[in-house]
């Protein structure tokens, strides 16, 4: 299990390389707002559940709008 | 070199490193279209991984959602399209439907994908390559549905599929891969309620694993040589060590039976168009001695074309039947019990395409059918079998030129003679497999599908060389191919194809094709001839063939150089007096 430093240090990763963006624009990113659209959410779903191997309800899915979010969900999630 | 070590990589690495190899290519791309009807998005940064670490500068495009025959429509622009077709989404959102339907509804719906399957491949039918999944409803039958009405649609739209398919498609049996991971781990319901993606990551892994070598036969990519190490490769044991008698290969027990089914599928490499060769520390006697004398063995000495069993590095021993067969070692695959040299081959050769015999004895089978993928080729011809024979000539020919001082007393020795055949009754699978497989001398590199001959040979616009070669040691078979377009309202004829196999190279024979070739123009009333190099990473030597030959450079691009000939000006200043010239 990773600390939270590390979670967020992993999941920013992931944005960049799913968005190809840089560490300043992740923040900006929402779910429904170009470029993320349902496609880059399934690339992200499949890359968290595979970095933390944790599974994500159709819940969590739906909460997983923002970088945000989704730090907060895998935080969640490793409790 | 594609690795399997892939299949250890998680999807966002899979995403890094797509990126990262996408920034090293330069030049044309080759275009590959997936038309599905469920989401397949995932598996476009998969394949363009898997083909980009093979060399080839890969853009997977994804069709629109659920739009296949719509986007067949515009598609057969692309070097290979990929279709899934997934009767499972025929009804969106409940995949279970399918089994419930009445019989009435299971004809019109195998109606409507009949329709759709004729369409597709008519729209696809100038496609160079096609591959089309079988159609599988292992997600939702179980084992009280194997009498049920659902099941067999199934099979008869695949039958159909096979039945209707043009020479340009390839039917993929999904099941194979399904089978292989198991239902539970090829399939996502959630992904598929969620986002209409219906399979896992791991089958897409495993699809791209297993499709690739049919994507890059396509382009040059096949492997061509086999080498084989002969302890605990071909037999089990240490022959210097076991004596014949010891090692393990036949029906006596459970490990000479997996050496025996490696006998089989090896032979079969070989059978298919694969070179066999051995680089083995051994006493060469000894391996001699086997292949003489056991009773068996399938697997005989003549099969290999060249066997360096000496106590030497095996990196320098590869690198000499290279040089030996004129084959880059890209289209060398490697396969030795031992991690050592297996190491040290993917150090100092990373071109060679490397396996390791499985610790586990029981799976090398497996092993041997990851490697017999690889020597995939589209279109297989008579040429293929014949293959050994003409290397071993060829070692003939280089022993007999050791006897010779000047170059043109051995090539006027050897009594060569060419035949060109123009035209219609070329052999269309062996023009194909050439533009498919040469690499080196080759012009313009065009890969050509048999369907894409067969129409420019049946087009009067089009003249078409293919060339035959023998000489006193044998056979070199068909093995160069030109195309020219000869348009009478262009006024200019244009040579779009000239190829050589490396087989005949070093023999002048390239000089009098040429000159048959511009001759033949001439006669068809052309006094100018246009022609063009276009560069890849295998046909340097080539670059200034036609400047060479009487041609003059008019354009240079990003593409290539671009020559033109004024036909009174050709002069054909190479010896070629010792070839004699057959015309059918």
Same mark, same amino acid.
């Given at each position: 299990?990773? #600390?939270?430093?590390?979670?967020?240090?992993?999941?920013?990763?992931?944005?960049?390389?799913?968005?190809?963006?840089?560490?300043?624009?992740?923040?900006?990113?929402?779910?429904?707002?170009?470029?993320?659209?349902?496609?880059?959410?399934? #690339?992200?779903?499949?890359?968290?559940?595979?970095?933390?191997?944790?599974?994500?309800?159709?819940?969590?899915?739906?909460?997983?709008?923002?970088?945000?979010?989704?730090?907060?969900?895998?935080?969640?999630?490793?409790? | 070199?594609?690795?399997?070590?892939?299949?250890?990589?998680?999807?966002?690495?899979?995403?890094?490193?797509?990126?990262?190899?996408?920034?090293?290519?330069?030049?044309?791309?080759?275009?590959?279209?997936?038309?599905?009807?469920?989401?397949?998005?995932?598996?476009?940064?998969?394949?363009?991984?898997?083909?980009?670490?093979?060399?080839?500068?890969?853009?997977?495009?994804?069709?629109?959602?659920?739009?296949?025959?719509?986007?067949?429509?515009?598609?057969?622009?692309? $070097?290979?399209?990929?279709?899934?077709?997934?009767? !499972?989404?025929?009804?969106?959102?409940?995949?279970?439907?399918?089994?419930?339907?009445?019989?009435?509804?299971?004809?019109?719906?195998?109606?409507?994908?009949?329709? $759709?399957?004729?369409?597709?491949?008519?729209? !696809?039918?100038?496609? =160079?390559?096609?591959?089309?999944?079988?159609?599988?409803?292992?997600?939702?039958?179980?084992? =009280?549905?194997?009498?049920?009405?659902?099941?067999?649609?199934?099979?008869? /739209?695949?039958?159909?599929?096979?039945?209707?398919?043009?020479?340009?498609?390839?039917?993929?049996?999904?099941?194979?891969?399904?089978?292989?991971?198991?239902?539970?781990? %090829?399939?996502?319901?959630?992904?598929?309620?969620?986002?209409? +993606? !219906?399979?896992?990551? *791991?089958?897409?892994? &495993?699809?791209?694993?297993?499709?690739?070598?049919?994507?890059?036969?396509?382009?040059?990519?096949?492997?061509?040589?086999?080498?084989?190490?002969?302890?605990?490769?071909?037999?089990?044991?240490?022959?210097?060590?076991?004596?014949?008698?010891?090692?393990?290969?036949?029906?006596?027990?459970?490990?000479?039976?997996?050496?025996?089914?490696?006998?089989?599928?090896?032979?079969?490499?070989?059978? $298919?168009?694969?070179?066999?060769?051995?680089?083995?520390?051994?006493?060469?006697?000894?391996?001699?001695?086997?292949?003489?004398?056991?009773?068996?063995?399938?697997?005989?000495?003549?099969?290999?074309?060249?066997?360096?069993?000496?106590?030497?590095?095996?990196?320098?021993?590869?690198?000499?039947?290279?040089?030996?067969?004129?084959?880059?070692? &890209?289209?060398?695959?490697?396969?030795?019990? +031992?991690?050592?040299?297996?190491?040290?081959?993917?150090?100092?050769? @990373?071109?060679?395409?490397?396996?390791?015999?499985?610790?586990?004895?029981?799976?090398? @089978?497996?092993?041997?059918?990851?490697?017999?993928? /690889?020597?995939?080729?589209?279109?297989?011809? =008579?040429?293929?079998?014949?293959?050994?024979?003409?290397?071993?000539?060829?070692?003939?020919?280089?022993? =007999?030129?050791?006897?010779?001082?000047?170059?043109?007393?051995?090539?006027?020795?050897?009594?060569?003679?060419?035949?060109?055949?123009?035209?219609?009754?070329?052999?269309? @699978?062996?023009?194909?497999? /050439?533009?498919?497989?040469?690499?080196?001398?080759?012009?313009?590199?065009?890969?050509?599908?048999?369907?894409?001959?067969?129409?420019?040979?049946?087009?009067?616009?089009?003249?078409?060389?293919?060339?035959?070669?023998?000489?006193?040691?044998?056979?070199?078979?068909?093995?160069?191919? +030109?195309?020219?377009?000869?348009?009478?309202?262009?006024?200019?004829?244009?040579?779009?194809?000239?190829?050589? +196999?490396?087989?005949?190279?070093?023999?002048?024979?390239?000089?009098?094709? !040429?000159?048959?070739?511009?001759?033949?123009?001439?006669?068809?009333?052309?006094?100018?001839?246009?022609?063009?190099?276009?560069?890849?990473?295998?046909?340097?030597?080539?670059?200034?063939?036609?400047?060479?030959? %009487?041609?003059?450079?008019?354009?240079?691009?990003?593409?290539?150089?671009?020559?033109?000939?004024?036909?009174?000006?050709?002069?054909?200043?190479?010896?070629?007096?010792?070839?004699?010239?057959? *015309?059918?």
């Amino acid at each position: 299990m990773k #600390n939270n430093i590390d979670v967020e240090l992993a999941i920013r990763e992931i944005f960049k390389i799913v968005f190809q963006k840089d560490d300043k624009e992740i923040n900006q990113l929402r779910y429904g707002v170009n470029p993320w659209d349902s496609l880059a959410q399934m #690339n992200i779903v499949t890359s968290l559940e595979e970095e933390f191997d944790v599974f994500l309800k159709e819940d969590d899915i739906l909460e997983l709008i923002s970088f945000e979010m989704a730090v907060e969900i895998i935080k969640e999630l490793q409790i | 070199m594609v690795d399997k070590l892939l299949f250890n990589l998680k999807f966002i690495e899979i995403l890094k490193e797509n990126q990262r190899l996408e920034n090293s290519f330069s030049g044309s791309k080759y275009k590959v279209a997936i038309l599905a009807n469920i989401t397949i998005n995932q598996l476009k940064p998969i394949f363009e991984l898997i083909l980009r670490q093979e060399g080839v500068n890969a853009e997977v495009e994804i069709g629109n959602y659920n739009n296949i025959v719509q986007d067949s429509y515009s598609s057969d622009n692309n $070097d290979a399209v990929i279709i899934f077709y997934d009767i !499972l989404n025929f009804f969106e959102s409940n995949i279970f439907k399918l089994t419930s339907i009445d019989k009435k509804e299971l004809i019109a719906i195998e109606n409507r994908i009949t329709n $759709d399957i004729d369409i597709i491949y008519k729209n !696809l039918s100038n496609c =160079s390559n096609v591959l089309f999944n079988s159609f599988d409803v292992s997600l939702i039958a179980n084992l =009280s549905d194997s009498k049920s009405s659902f099941i067999d649609l199934v099979d008869r /739209l695949n039958k159909y599929l096979i039945a209707k398919m043009p020479k340009n498609c390839f039917y993929v049996d999904t099941s194979f891969i399904i089978r292989k991971l198991g239902t539970l781990k %090829s399939f996502s319901l959630s992904n598929f309620f969620l986002n209409k +993606s !219906l399979y896992s990551t *791991e089958f897409l892994k &495993e699809y791209a694993w297993e499709t690739y070598p049919l994507i890059t036969s396509n382009n040059g990519k096949s492997k061509k040589v086999l080498i084989l190490d002969c302890d605990n490769t071909l037999w089990g044991g240490i022959i210097g060590e076991d004596g014949i008698d010891g090692i393990s290969l036949g029906e006596n027990s459970p490990k000479g039976s997996v050496y025996l089914s490696a006998h089989s599928l090896i032979k079969s490499i070989k059978d $298919d168009g694969g070179l066999l060769a051995i680089v083995s520390k051994n006493n060469f006697s000894d391996v001699e001695h086997f292949f003489k004398n056991h009773k068996s063995t399938i697997l005989k000495s003549d099969d290999f074309i060249e066997k360096q069993i000496n106590w030497k590095n095996k990196v320098q021993n590869i690198v000499d039947i290279s040089s030996k067969l004129n084959l880059g070692l &890209e289209s060398f695959v490697f396969l030795d019990d +031992s991690m050592y040299e297996i190491n040290m081959v993917k150090e100092s050769l @990373p071109e060679v395409t490397c396996f390791h015999v499985p610790e586990n004895i029981f799976d090398y @089978p497996r092993t041997l059918l990851e490697i017999k993928k /690889l020597f995939y080729s589209p279109n297989t011809s =008579s040429e293929d079998a014949k293959k050994t024979a003409y290397y071993l000539e060829e070692s003939e020919r280089k022993k =007999s030129k050791s006897n010779f001082k000047d170059i043109s007393d051995y090539l006027a020795s050897l009594n060569l003679e060419i035949t060109i055949n123009w035209g219609k009754e070329i052999d269309i @699978p062996r023009a194909s497999q /050439l533009t498919q497989k040469t690499n080196q001398f080759n012009l313009t590199t065009k890969r050509l599908t048999e369907i894409e001959i067969e129409t420019m040979s049946e087009d009067k616009d089009y003249l078409i060389a293919m060339i035959s070669l023998k000489d006193k040691f044998g056979d070199y078979g068909k093995t160069g191919l +030109s195309i020219i377009n000869t348009n009478k309202q262009k006024s200019v004829a244009e040579i779009e194809t000239f190829l050589l +196999s490396c087989r005949i190279l070093g023999r002048n024979v390239e000089f009098i094709f !040429l000159d048959l070739i511009i001759k033949e123009i001439k006669r068809l009333g052309f006094s100018k001839v246009k022609s063009s190099y276009i560069p890849s990473q295998k046909n340097i030597q080539v670059a200034d063939f036609y400047e060479k030959n %009487s041609f003059r450079r008019i354009k240079n691009n990003t593409n290539g150089a671009y020559f033109q000939l004024n036909i009174d000006n050709y002069q054909n200043n190479n010896n070629t007096s010792f070839i004699k010239v057959h *015309e059918k």
